[in-house]
């Protein structure tokens, strides 16, 4: 089965800095997604991406994260100034249209 | 926005004992998914399920749009099994809510 892919595996860093977390989807889907899971918690949606643009944020989507798709293959999200509160699990998503989507194996952010 | 509900938010099964995870919606939906979390962390999509019936070796899915609810059915449950089962909902455009889980644990 084709797979999404993420990386890295596990990121650790300093309260401040800014954190870039990478994806590439599976190689015919056209919509992305970012999804978050505080440890124990539920899986929360963060943002889509379709066509190059965003199609729809959540409210923790704010002006410290963005996303792109810098080459066509990879899609990325950035978090320009990392707070505690942003350690979870983030995984990428992609589906195609009316399809179930694909989950990444996450990135384990931990903010020291 | 949407709610999603779903119960028991806990489950202890004996190996080979069958179960049934219900999911519940607050609207309307067109887009009704089901995933497992297994021990690792990894999320596996098990149905696409707007409506109907799905059925997928010893896991089967039925939603009825109209009453607002999904059910995942496990037969012969096996300790491979255990993790947390997640439904997930559109009301539309693409974004899923997810419901709080099932945390499953299947015993030898």
């Known amino acids: 089965e084709p797979e999404v892919t993420q990386t890295p595996s596990h990121q650790v860093t300093q309260m401040g800095q800014e954190v870039i977390l990478r994806c590439v989807p599976i190689?015919?889907?056209?919509?992305f997604y970012w999804y978050r899971q505080i440890l124990g918690q539920k899986v929360e949606f963060l943002v889509s991406?379709?066509?190059?643009?965003?199609?729809?944020k959540s409210e923790i989507f704010d002006d410290q994260f963005s996303v792109e798709r810098p080459d066509g293959s990879n899609f990325t999200l950035k978090i320009r100034s990392t707070k505690l509160e942003d350690s979870a699990m983030y995984f990428c998503?992609?589906?195609?249209?009316?399809?179930?989507?694909?989950f990444g194996s996450g990135t384990q952010l931990s903010v020291l | 926005g949407i709610q999603v509900e779903q119960s028991p938010p806990d489950l202890i099964l004996q190996e080979g004992a069958n179960s049934t995870l219900r999911c519940n919606f607050s609207?309307?939906?067109?887009?009704l998914q089901w995933f497992h979390q297994n021990p690792w962390g990894q999320l596996i999509n098990l149905f696409y399920?707007?409506?109907g019936t799905k059925q997928n070796g010893r896991l089967s899915a039925t939603t009825v749009a109209t009453e607002r609810y999904s059910l995942l059915y496990i037969s012969s449950s096996q300790t491979t099994d255990s993790g947390v089962y997640f439904c997930?909902?559109?009301?539309?455009?693409?974004?899923?809510?997810f419901g709080a889980g099932t945390i499953l644990r299947v015993k030898s």
């Open positions: 609207d309307s939906v067109n887009n």
């Open positions: 997930a909902a559109v009301l539309g455009g693409n974004k899923l809510v």
């Open positions: 190689s015919n889907h056209l919509y």
């Open positions: 998503a992609t589906h195609t249209d009316h399809e179930k989507l694909f």
């Open positions: 991406f379709y066509n190059n643009e965003i199609s729809e």
């Open positions: 399920i707007p409506s």
